[in-house]
């Protein structure tokens, strides 16, 4: 049994085969994905390169600036961008008009492509972002209203709020009576009066890098009516099939709240998996021991490793090289980690992050696979794909909102080029991919369906030889980063180099190794030791070291 490997995905990106979508475009210029995209083949592809679960981004209605395809803009005062933010949730109950054939069948198309999915093997995985909804949430939940619910009988935040007053339990937002609400920009119709606290900011005033597109929910510290009504959220969709929810910025919603809500949705979904994005190492052991979420993203542990790693390479530069800037950092976060390694979801890209493949961070998606090596191979931990990653997207589109920034926009009707070729590639257009993207997929491909398949990957012990191979031959301390994966029969060496230069590398393995995995020296390895590894730059490799066992 392989790792978890998740790939995370917008349904409005993938699918639109727009070849000339225009900066700032509307959907109707730009084209969009639909349901329906995420079809037999885009599933069957998916299925083949080791994925186990889809992460789809973006399907639970947002504010938009659309008004085709079923949907009614919000005002252009506080949306971002002419498609809107995923995180700006409008309505918790229904998903995007603007991704069905037909509008008015939304949720059924929906039902059917999470039917699809799991009919190819894979499971479901949507957005819950407790922190905030958008600033006009309600304003298309169906009428009438009445005792605070729609007349779906769905509870609608605010309905029934003091607005009088800046703060009470019994409350959904938080208010500043007398003041109205001053948005960074636009020049929309939209007023809110009294004012409310955005997402991140509490205030009437918030700025133009705050969610100002969003209002943050009030939780207090103690069970109120606010989390009676998150929990119908997540019921809702665990009862259309769902597996799971990435939940947005836990950090800041009380862990209580996670910890009781958690409970109460296992109780009916007892394998329902639940994801948290947290940043402060130091509460990782809290979220998994005390508050019982399955993973947690190790952005401040191995995806900033990672990144310093590859993105500071300073050899050429005669400057020396910083702890920060070091592969060493790698043992040093797993050690910190200790039993919560398990529950960690590494990666290499998301929505939020640079494309390793931009100019922003490598420049080249050749140079991400000794991070892959080390983010897929060295633990037990789950993994995470960004859509379009395997063919080197490298989020250097001028999309609108989102400008020249290494990243894919979330917040514009789009098409990127890689994903349009990569979507025609598994639908057998065989000239798609250019000879470089063919030629990065299939490394890339590879290494995801070893991690998916293999034991040792997948449910083996971990060693880490760097200690040990300091002085070792063309062994470089903070360009190298070296491990054993062991299961049962089977033992494989990973070696990972962030040099810009091939390596060949002595590795020693001690006799300790030996002990803690339970292998007999004498039978188990081949060839002898030390172990020499050639290893092509900014790369990886994986020797099987053939036990007799």
């Known amino acids: 049994m392989g790792k978890p490997i998740i790939y995370q995905v917008l349904p409005r990106l993938w699918g639109n085969l727009n070849d000339s979508p225009v900066k700032g475009g509307t959907l109707a210029q730009n084209g969009c994905g639909k349901f329906r995209n995420m079809d037999r083949e885009s599933l069957e592809y998916l299925k083949s390169i080791g994925i186990s679960h889809i992460w789809f981004t973006g399907v639970i209605r947002h504010a938009t600036l659309c ?3 079923g949907c009614t803009p919000s005002d252009e005062a506080w949306v971002k961008g002419n498609a809107g933010s995923p995180f700006s949730i409008t309505d918790w109950f229904d998903v995007n008009p ?28 949507l957005d819950f972002i407790p922190n905030h909804v958008a600033r006009d949430y309600g304003r298309f939940s169906p009428r009438p209203w009445k005792d605070g619910r729609d007349a779906a ?17 019994e409350n959904d937002f938080f208010y500043y009576p007398g003041e109205e609400l001053r948005l960074p920009a636009g020049n929309g119709t939209f007023r809110e009066f009294p004012a409310k606290a955005s997402g991140n900011f509490f205030g009437a005033a918030p700025g133009i890098n705050d969610w100002y597109d969003t209002v943050k929910l009030n939780y207090c510290d103690w069970h109120t009516a606010t989390w009676d009504k998150m929990l119908e959220v997540v019921l809702f969709w665990a009862r259309k099939g ?15 709240f996670f910890k009781w809500l958690i409970a109460k949705v296992h109780e009916e979904f007892p394998d329902f998996m639940f994801i948290a994005e947290v940043y402060m190492k130091n509460l990782y052991s809290k979220y998994v021991h005390e508050v019982g979420f399955d993973y947690l993203y190790d952005k401040s542990g191995m995806f900033d490793a990672l990144a310093d790693v590859v ?23 797993w050690q910190f980690l200790g039993d919560v390694q398990p529950h960690m979801l590494n990666f290499l890209e998301n929505h939020d992050e640079i494309r390793y493949a931009s100019r922003f961070m490598a420049g080249d998606p050749e140079k991400s696979l000794a991070a892959l090596h080390a983010a897929l191979f060295l633990n037990t931990a789950a993994f995470m794909v960004y859509f379009g990653e ?3 997207e490298k989020g250097m589109d001028e999309e609108g909102l989102s400008s020249v920034n290494g990243r894919t926009t979330i917040f514009d009707w789009w098409s990127p080029s890689s994903v349009r070729a990569l979507y025609r590639h598994i639908h057998g257009d065989n000239d798609a991919l250019d000879s470089q993207q063919k030629a990065f997929l299939e490394k890339f491909t590879s290494l995801t369906r070893f991690a998916a398949t293999d034991n040792a990957i997948g449910r083996g012990d971990m060693y880490d030889l760097c200690y040990c191979n300091y002085a070792s031959d063309g062994f470089n301390k903070d360009k190298h980063f070296a491990f054993l994966r062991d299961w049962e029969d089977e033992t494989l060496l990973v070696v990972c180099n962030f040099s810009s230069c091939d390596s060949d590398i002595s590795i020693s393995i001690p006799e300790h190794a030996f002990e803690w995995l339970g292998m007999d020296k004498t039978e188990t390895l081949n060839p ?10 900014c790369d990886g490799t994986i020797v099987r070291l053939c036990p007799a066992r």
């Open 67 to 69: 008004d085709t395809c």
């Open 98 to 125: 603007y991704l069905a054939d037909n509008p008015d069948n939304r949720m059924e198309e929906f039902e059917e492509m999470v039917e699809r999915t799991h009919a190819s093997g894979l499971k479901v995985l």
């Open 153 to 169: 009988g769905h509870p609608v935040f605010g309905a029934q709020d003091d607005t009088s007053v800046n703060w009470k339990p």
């Open 242 to 256: 769902v597996d799971g929810m990435r939940c947005d910025m836990v950090e800041l919603v009380p862990a209580d």
């Open 311 to 333: 993105h500071k390479n300073v050899e050429d530069s005669g400057m020396p090289v910083e702890d920060w800037q070091s592969a060493r950092r790698l043992t040093w976060n």
């Open 390 to 392: 395997e063919v080197g």
């Open 528 to 537: 002898d030791l030390p172990v020499r590894v050639h290893v092509k730059a």
